[in-house]
């Protein structure tokens, strides 16, 4: 689930590839993943990992909503 | 530049020599530049200043209040910014409860706020860390010598992207009647990363 929005932030991919000549501002987002979405088996290690992503990382789905 | 990593070999050393020589050289930024910013940051970069802000947030709960909404602004009360480094970076504060431990790393390298923490402890940057505090955080505290109740819930949190994770450990109880640089003086690096609690 995403859990922040974080503000625009230039896509690193796209800096990389221009070589710093191109920054092109994308949404960045805090998602949470449960330990059991990320490594599978039974949800029981009570763990979870927030990973900071920009927006075109991530594809939509009709189960997570924005929070 | 100086080197602000410290424990460095010759051959790393040598490496940011070589490296250092060819960004001046394409004329992306200047010698000057760089040793001012090394400068500021050693100057500022310690534990101590990031041990200063959770020293805050427990005495003041509407400093903490400020410190989890929008924690870049909170800390200049304190005199400390995030714009020292080579680039400015937002700062988010978590904080650890009864029912929540938060612990941080850096999955890609070694990202962490230099300026409140100064520069990270061999083992942050070390791959086996940061493979396994997001697979098996509960083990790797355990093997920092922090035992967490089964029930309590751990998150991790990866600095994949802009933002820098500070944890806020838990007070101690029995802290009531210290003033704030005591309070300072229990806050510990491992604390503020989230391998240890206070």
Known sequence: VITEYQGEYPLPDILVLTRGATRTLEPLYGVRFSAGELWGGEDTARFSVTVDLWESYLESSEEDRIL | ?198
């Open chain 2, 1 to 198: 530049v100086t080197d602000i990593h410290g424990h460095a070999g010759s051959a790393t050393a040598d490496r940011v020599k070589r490296v250092e020589a060819a960004v001046v050289a394409a004329g992306l930024t200047t010698e000057a530049d760089l040793d001012r910013v090394v400068e500021v940051l050693a100057a500022q970069a310690s534990p101590r200043q990031g041990a200063r802000v959770v020293a805050r947030a427990w005495s003041d709960p509407g400093f903490a209040q400020r410190l989890f909404a929008d924690a870049n602004t909170a800390i200049e009360e304190l005199g400390l910014s995030m714009r020292a480094g080579p680039a400015p970076v937002r700062l988010k504060a978590v904080a650890n409860s009864e029912s929540v431990h938060n612990v941080v790393v850096c999955t890609l390298c070694s990202c962490y706020p230099v300026s409140l923490l100064g520069p990270p402890p061999t083992w942050y940057k070390d791959p086996a860390y940061r493979s396994r505090v997001v697979r098996e955080p509960r083990e790797v505290l355990a093997e920092f010598g922090t035992q967490l109740a089964p029930e309590t819930e751990i998150r991790v949190w990866d600095s994949s992207a802009e933002t820098r994770y500070l944890v806020v450990p838990l007070r101690p109880s029995g802290t009531e009647s210290l003033d704030e640089p005591t309070l300072a003086d229990l806050v510990t690096r491992n604390g503020l990363i989230g391998t240890a609690v206070v």
